[in-house]
C-alpha cells in the first residue's frame, strides 16, 4: 500500500468536522492560570481538563508548539500561550482540550480556577487592538479583575502563518 | 503493496528512546549491512558518503542522523543497517542531487519488519498536518510512553537536500 493510499484511507476514517459552533461570548467562561497571568476561555469551545499527560516532541512545528499529547489514543497538539503571549515556556502538567475535533488542539495551562457567569456589562470587546492585544477578542471584569479573553482563531491564524 | 485481509500494512521500525519511526515497506526493496564507505563529494552533511551495493556505489543518506537531530531522538544500539531504496520515480531534484537511481540509508541495526494495523495510526491535527506531511510526517501512532511517526522517504529526501547543513 502506497502511502498515499494511507493517507486517503486515514482521511476517510476521520470524523466529520463538528458544526460551528456559535461561541456566546459574554455567557460562561473557563478561567485559568497560565504562570502567574489569568486568562479567560468562552466554556463552549473548552472540552475537558486533563492532567499528566506526557508531552512528545513534534518537530519542524514553532516554538511555541510544545509538541502532542495522547487523548484517548488521539494526538492533540499542545499550545504553550505563555511562550506565545512572553516568550518564556510554562512548567505544568494540566491541559485544556478544546472543543474541535478537526484541529485537536490543547493548550497547557498551570490551573483552571473556576467556571464563571459574567454578565454582557462586564465583558467588554476590543475594538482597537495593538500588538499585546493581538491573541485577544474581549476581556472580562470579575472580581475586580480585568481578564483577557483568548482568541482561539487567532492562535490558528498564527500558527498557520508561521508554518508557511 | 496491498492492504492485507486484516487492515495491516508492513513498515520498517526503527526503534529510538521513546520514539518509534516507521517507514512504508514498499519505499524500499534491499538492506546491506555497513560496509566500506568513501567521501561522496557532496556538501550536505546527510550524503557525505558513498558505500558498495553490489557493483554500484551509491550515496549513503543517514537518515539516523536526521532523524537525530530534527526528532531529538536518542539511538539505541549501533548504526550499522542500511536499508536500499530505488528513486527513479522520486521528483527531479533528488535524482539530480543523487546522480543515481539508488540510495542507501543508514540507519540503527536494531530497526525491523513489523505489520502495523492502519487503525493504530492517526493522521497529524489538521493545523499541523499539511505543513508537516510536506517535510514527510504524515501520520502517527500513541502508545503509553511512546510516540510513532510514519515518514514518506520522498518527502524526507527532498527536506534534507533543501536543508542547508553543511
Given at each position: 500500500?502506497?502511502?498515499?493510499?494511507?493517507?486517503?484511507?486515514?482521511?476517510?476514517?476521520?470524523?466529520?468536522?463538528?458544526?460551528?459552533?456559535?461561541?456566546?461570548?459574554?455567557?460562561?467562561?473557563?478561567?485559568?492560570?497560565?504562570?502567574?497571568?489569568?486568562?479567560?476561555l468562552p466554556e463552549l469551545i473548552v472540552q475537558e481538563i486533563i492532567i499528566e499527560n506526557e508531552i512528545h516532541y513534534l518537530p519542524f512545528t514553532p516554538h511555541y508548539i510544545r509538541g502532542l499529547i495522547n487523548r484517548q489514543g488521539e494526538p492533540y497538539s499542545v499550545v504553550d500561550l505563555q511562550i506565545l503571549f512572553s516568550n518564556q515556556m510554562l512548567e505544568a502538567k494540566k491541559f485544556v482540550i478544546l472543543r474541535n475535533s478537526v484541529d485537536k488542539m490543547s493548550f497547557i495551562i498551570s490551573d483552571i480556577l473556576k467556571i464563571v457567569f459574567i454578565n454582557s456589562n462586564d465583558i467588554h470587546f476590543i475594538k482597537d487592538q495593538n500588538d499585546k492585544d493581538a491573541y485577544f477578542h474581549s476581556s472580562i471584569t470579575h472580581e475586580n479583575d480585568e481578564i483577557p479573553v483568548v482568541d482561539v482563531q487567532k492562535i490558528v491564524i498564527r500558527i498557520q502563518d508561521d508554518l508557511e | 503493496m496491498t492492504l492485507s485481509n486484516n487492515g495491516c500494512c508492513d513498515f520498517l521500525n526503527i526503534h529510538y528512546e521513546k520514539i518509534e519511526i516507521y517507514i512504508n515497506k514498499s519505499q524500499f526493496y534491499s538492506s546491506i549491512m555497513?560496509?566500506?564507505?568513501?567521501?561522496s563529494g557532496l556538501q550536505n552533511i546527510y550524503f557525505q558518503k558513498i558505500i558498495q551495493f553490489g557493483e554500484q556505489e551509491v550515496v549513503l543518506f543517514d537518515l539516523n542522523a536526521f532523524i537525530h537531530s530534527n526528532f531529538h531522538a536518542v539511538t539505541k544500539g549501533s548504526v550499522k543497517l542500511c536499508f536500499v531504496s530505488d528513486v527513479s520515480a522520486y521528483n527531479r531534484t533528488i535524482k539530480e542531487y543523487l546522480k543515481s537511481d539508488i540510495i542507501a540509508c543508514l540507519i540503527p541495526s536494531s530497526s525491523e519488519i513489523k505489520s502495523i494495523a492502519l487503525r493504530e495510526l492517526k493522521l497529524l491535527p489538521h493545523v499541523l498536518s499539511e505543513a508537516l506531511e510536506k517535510k514527510g510526517i504524515i501520520a502517527c501512532s500513541l502508545c503509553s510512553h511512546t510516540i510513532s511517526y510514519l515518514i514518506d522517504l520522498e518527502k524526507v529526501l527532498s527536506f534534507a537536500i533543501n536543508t542547508k547543513v553543511e
Open positions: 500500500m502506497e502511502n498515499s493510499e494511507i493517507i486517503d484511507s486515514l482521511k476517510s476514517n476521520q470524523s466529520s468536522p463538528p458544526e460551528d459552533v456559535n461561541v456566546k461570548t459574554g455567557e460562561k467562561f473557563v478561567i485559568v492560570l497560565i504562570g502567574e497571568k489569568k486568562f479567560a | 555497513l560496509n566500506e564507505v568513501k567521501d
